[in-house]
């Protein structure tokens, strides 16, 4: 079956621009959860969506970053006015998850994202 | 605050070495997942294995095993007669019941196996 997909694979954009990075989960999984991935700070958690809401978003690192998911399936992370330090990795996972952590996270491919 | 040390940035064996990745982690939760995941140079982050806090079984999974220590909070990772395709950035990651959802990830360790 297919995996978890996201789109660009590879997206450059100047700083101050804004960017949307979007993923498309497992089908049939109800959470979705995005990681970012850079050489300074490695593999950090942005935020978490059951359905479509999100009960957590502590990771994300500045009133820049949204996110949103619609009808629990697609989602998009928004980048506002980006900065070079936004430069990274961003990845999805999504999860069978009904609320519970013992099920694992699928991962998608990732989205390299550089800020020139 | 939960925390995850892989204190081995970087290992390089030859073929059919044995090889262990250490995992070390803080937690003040009674129940939490532990994880290991594989990350080829592809990029793509591969799930290995995920052990919840109460079960400290060893697991062995072919040539992949793992031993899950409370006493130390270790939870390594060895590879057996190790082989080129084994090279790849190997993650772990910690899942506490009381954190929602997310992943804390350790900082990686990078295997490099030589023919």
């Known amino acids: 079956g297919a995996g978890v997909s996201q789109s660009p694979s590879n997206k450059v954009t100047e700083k101050g621009k804004d960017v949307e990075l979007r993923c498309d989960p497992i089908?049939?999984?109800?959470?979705l959860y995005w990681y970012r991935q850079s050489l300074g700070q490695g593999l950090e958690f942005l935020i978490y969506?059951?359905?479509?809401?999100?009960?957590?978003k502590s990771g994300l690192p500045s009133d820049r970053f949204s996110a949103e998911r619609t009808g629990g399936s697609v989602s998009t992370l928004t980048i506002q006015r980006t900065q070079q330090e936004d430069s990274a990795v961003y990845l999805c996972?999504?999860?069978?998850?009904?609320?519970?952590?013992?099920?694992?996270?699928?991962f998608g491919p990732g989205t390299r994202l550089t800020v020139l | 605050a939960q925390k995850v040390t892989q204190a081995q940035t970087e290992i390089s064996v030859v073929e059919k070495e044995d090889v262990t990745l250490d995992c070390v982690y803080e937690?003040?939760?009674?129940?939490?997942?532990l994880f290991w995941y594989k990350q080829p140079p592809s990029g793509e982050l591969v799930f290995l294995i995920r052990r919840n806090s109460f079960d400290e079984q060893n697991e062995i999974s072919g040539r992949y095993s793992w031993n899950f220590q409370k006493s130390t909070s270790s939870f390594n990772f060895t590879i057996t007669a190790s082989q080129v395709v084994d090279s790849a950035v190997y993650f772990c990651a910690l899942s506490e019941e009381n954190a929602g959802n997310m992943l804390t990830f350790g900082g990686g360790t990078r295997l490099m196996v030589k023919p």
């Open positions: 969506f059951q359905g479509n809401s999100a009960p957590d």
């Open positions: 937690t003040r939760d009674t129940t939490y997942y």
């Open positions: 089908s049939g999984h109800t959470a």
């Open positions: 996972a999504s999860s069978l998850a009904s609320g519970l952590v013992l099920d694992e996270q699928f």
